[in-house]
């Protein structure tokens, strides 16, 4: 399919700048109180300042070929797996410390398996407890990793 | 002969039956994940460096070196059987691989592979062990105005031998600067950018960031991309190779053992880099261009020696100037840290056994790839057939267990899940995650060198032009800087990244 609209501007690259520009804008802002100091004695804020100024010009750079370049668009971004995934992550982390490794990392695979909707329940759920068994085995067991197993 | 006893030191580090073991592990681990598609050598061994921390500093590099080269191997095979390269540098392999399986000379178009990467990585090995006492004497009169030099000519340099668009690599780069400076300053003891989060005063762990990008927003890309099953894998016949591909190959494999060999010592020239030039240089001097492509024995064994020995040989600026020349070697410097051992000059004269050792295990894991891999072809293929469904979710567990494992603590792998959306964003925005990690790994070190010439000089930057190995590396990286803005550069460098992609 053609893209929808035939106006100039590459999408991926104006996203880039907008990466580029946002991140050296935050990190000059968050490094304004530091102490910049001299070439002689660098204080902490010399290196992110001078960083940041660097991200911002390549932005602008980058932005600024792109609005003249043809159109390009950025490819479709799918919701589904990049909700899940995340949540199934973030969710983890948290289960983890209140409710143990056991059901932590069976919300892990069980949740995380929704971003596919091909899979059986069947197999979704054998697939957890064997995954589950081998990570308690090998990694809390085996390698002592510092994680409860069970709720305490 | 010291170099003989120091080769007999490492030989037997190597030898050790528990070392033995684990290059074992890690080169057949290696060919799991090359074979295995949808899961990179980067994020694999992001997953298993904290794992690592369990085991003494030289097996635990021995496993992630063998997981490094292993992956060349696995790669090649998926790409031979099913056109399916499971990893970037075998993407030229598959052009006449496959058309070899699809003659029915799977087999022979394998041993090639095989044999010419073992070559290859017998080549490679020996300039480390060669070139490694020579360079890191030389590197001991570095003080860190050179470093300084070094490193910027390495990180711009890294940036133009890279694919993709050289703005972007720089910007990439210039954001692992500055997440490298993330937590407590050094010097002044003043916290930066931590968003005063306490966690962070630390600084961001390496594997957070390389979990975070390489494997979850590697999950959620490869998910977007269905129907991924049923692959037709190309008959096996038998393994050993006719006289004719012998003698069409044993040029090719010299001449990508060369190419790769000296690509991977430069920055950014891993082992993808070296595939694409030693097929395209072979591609010139035949006297047939125009078969390739359609099954030639030349096009397998040159990409596949040169990927090998550039896979090798990027080791040596690692191990002797301290310096990672691609985002696999900023992995293995932070595995080198977490051991304790920092990579450098210092390392193979303080720490033979540890430098001696990896070369020596090199040239093991070698060996055995090819003893055991040619037999057990066909349980790797069976293990194509596995669907990502099913191979995501345990991916996933063993990403957050590594990432928490670091620092027994949840704020971490929630922090990866937050880099896995901006990787996410960076890939959708076509912005490679690879100079990140340099940039990373690399910043601390180049601050802290920068402030320590300036230190010195009291601010006198005349000292980078005063000194010769300095200048030459700044005169380097000007004359690279020039080449970049020159069009004509800029197009035949698009058009050699360009050539042979289809």
Redesign the interface.
């Known amino acids: 399919m053609a893209a929808p609209d035939a106006r100039m501007g590459n999408r ?2 104006l ?2 700048a907008a ?2 520009l946002g ?1 050296g804008v935050l ?1 000059l802002v ?2 304004g109180p ?2 910049f100091g ?8 010399f ?2 300042r001078l ?2 100024v ?2 911002v010009g ?2 602008l ?2 932005g600024l070929s792109a609005l003249r370049s043809p159109s390009e668009v ?2 479709a ?2 919701v589904r ?2 909700l899940v ?2 949540v ?3 969710g ?3 289960a ?2 209140h409710l143990g490794f056991v059901l932590a ?1 069976l919300w ?2 069980i949740a ?2 929704l ?2 909707p ?2 059986r329940w069947r ?1 979704t759920l054998l ?2 407890a064997g ?1 589950t068994l081998f ?1 308690a085995l090998v ?1 809390v067991y085996g ?5 409860p197993l069970w709720p305490v | 002969m010291e170099f003989v006893d120091l080769l007999m030191l490492g030989f037997g580090e190597a030898m050790s039956p528990a070392n033995l073991g684990f290059c074992l592990i890690g080169a057949l681990l290696g060919t799991l994940i090359g074979v295995l598609p949808g899961i990179g050598p980067t994020a694999t061994i992001a997953v298993l460096l904290p794992i690592t921390f369990f085991l003494p500093p030289l097996a635990g590099i021995i496993m992630l070196a063998g997981i490094y080269y292993g992956a060349q191997y696995g790669g090649s095979t998926t790409a031979i059987l099913v056109n399916l390269p499971g990893e970037a540098s075998s993407v030229v392999t598959a052009l006449d691989g496959y058309q070899m399986a699809r003659q029915g000379r799977a087999g022979a178009a394998l041993a090639i592979a095989a044999l010419g990467s073992f070559f290859a990585g017998t080549v490679a090995t020996f300039a480390i062990a060669i070139a490694g006492p020579t360079l890191s004497s030389f590197a001991l009169s570095f003080g860190p105005a050179e470093y300084v030099s070094l490193m910027l000519f390495g990180l711009l340099a890294a940036t133009i031998l890279a694919s993709g668009p050289v703005l972007k690599a720089i910007g990439m780069i210039l954001f692992g600067l500055l997440l490298g400076m993330v937590g407590t300053d050094a010097e002044t003891g003043a916290e930066r950018l931590t968003f005063g989060a306490l966690e962070l005063f630390d600084g961001i762990d390496f594997i957070v960031i390389a979990i975070g990008v390489f494997g979850f927003a590697e999950i959620i890309t490869n998910l977007e991309r269905s129907g991924s099953e049923g692959v037709g894998v190309a008959p096996l016949t038998r393994l050993w190779p006719s006289r004719e591909d012998f003698r069409a190959s044993w040029g090719a494999v010299l001449r990508g053992t060369c190419v790769g060999t000296f690509l991977g010592l430069l920055p950014g020239g891993g082992a993808t880099l070296a595939s694409f030039s030693a097929y395209s240089l072979e591609k010139k001097v035949s006297r047939h261009p125009r078969k390739f492509g359609t099954g030639v024995p030349e096009g397998v064994a040159a990409p596949e020696a040169a990927n090998n020995a550039a896979a090798q040989s990027s080791f040596i600026p690692l191990l002797t100037l301290g310096i990672p020349s691609n985002n696999m070697m900023a992995m293995m410097l932070s595995a080198f840290m977490i051991h304790g051992i920092t990579p450098g000059p210092s390392v193979l004269t303080n720490q033979p056994e540890i430098f001696w050792g990896l070369v020596a295990s090199m040239w093991i894991g070698n060996l055995l790839l090819v003893v055991i891999n040619l037999p057990l072809i066909g349980l790797w293929v069976r293990l194509l057939t596995v669907p990502y469904r099913l191979l995501y979710p345990a991916i996933l567990l063993f990403c957050c267990i590594g990432v928490y494992s670091m620092n027994n603590r949840i704020f971490d792998v929630v922090l990866a899940a937050g880099f896995g959306l901006l990787g996410y964003l960076f890939r959708k925005a076509k912005c490679e995650p690879g100079p990140l990690l340099l940039g990373f790994v690399l910043g601390p070190l180049l601050e802290a060198n920068l402030r320590r010439t300036m230190l010195i000089t009291q601010g006198d930057p005349s000292i980078f032009v005063e000194r010769p190995i300095s200048l030459v590396m700044l005169l380097a990286t000007v004359v690279l800087l020039g080449l970049m803005i020159l069009p004509s550069f800029r197009k035949t460098r698009e058009e050699a990244f360009q050539e042979d992609e289809g």
């Open positions: 991926p690259d996203l880039t990466l580029f991140i990190g968050m490094s530091l102490e001299s070439l002689a004695s660098m204080g902490p804020g290196m992110p960083v940041c660097l991200l390549v932005g750079a980058v950025i490819e971004i799918r797996p990049l995934i995340t199934a992550i973030v983890f982390a948290f983890a410390t990392s892990l695979i995380g398996s971003a596919d091909g899979g197999t697939l957890a995954l990570g990694f390698l002592g990793v510092q994680v």
